[in-house]
């Protein structure tokens, strides 16, 4: 059974960090591409951060650059989005992606809340 379990979100002020992580089980980790994504309230699912599977190229949106990145563990099936400078339009829940060829798998979502 695949499953990809994201953690670590929760409520921040203005200019605080969060790490978030997920894990991913049921298919093999290393050869899939990961993404993270966010959707607020009210707004269409955006991509912000992106890794290949091997964790040697990543992509950011233009909104999130400089503030966030992200990483990835193979040996622990886990990927990482290290989130800095929070400011409030950041807020939304955010999904991580597993992506290989015809194969999506998505997490359940984790909430950031960035207000003071």
């Known amino acids: 059974q695949v499953q990809l379990v994201e953690s670590g979100g929760g409520l921040v002020q203005p200019g605080g960090s969060l790490r978030l992580s997920c894990v991913g089980s049921g298919f093999t980790f290393s050869r899939y591409a990961m993404r993270w994504y966010r959707q607020a309230p009210g707004k269409e699912r955006e991509l912000v951060a992106a890794?290949?599977?091997?964790?040697?190229?990543?992509d950011y949106a233009d909104s999130v650059k400089g503030r966030l990145t992200i990483s990835r563990d193979n040996a622990k099936n886990t990927v990482y989005l290290q989130m800095n400078s929070l400011k409030p339009e950041d807020t939304a829940v955010y999904f991580c992606?597993?992506?290989?060829?015809?194969?999506?798998?998505w997490g359940q979502g984790t909430q950031v809340t960035v207000s003071s």
């Open positions: 992606n597993a992506v290989r060829m015809t194969q999506n798998y």
């Open positions: 890794i290949s599977s091997p964790g040697d190229s990543t």
